[in-house]
């Protein structure tokens, strides 16, 4: 099921390359080359 987002987002947030590496990604099963999954951090 789908559901449109209609939430208000701020924009010109940068991340930096530490923050960016730290997330945790998994590649999905259907086009894993193209699509992945973001894993909850580990406690």
Do not use: C, R, V
């Not at 701020?10 to 699509?35: P, R």
């Amino acid at each position: 099921m789908t559901a449109l987002d209609e939430g208000y987002y701020s924009t010109g947030i940068e991340t930096t390359d530490e923050q960016f590496q730290s997330i945790h990604l998994e590649k999905a099963d259907f086009h894993g080359g193209w699509n992945d999954k973001i894993l909850p951090q580990p406690i």
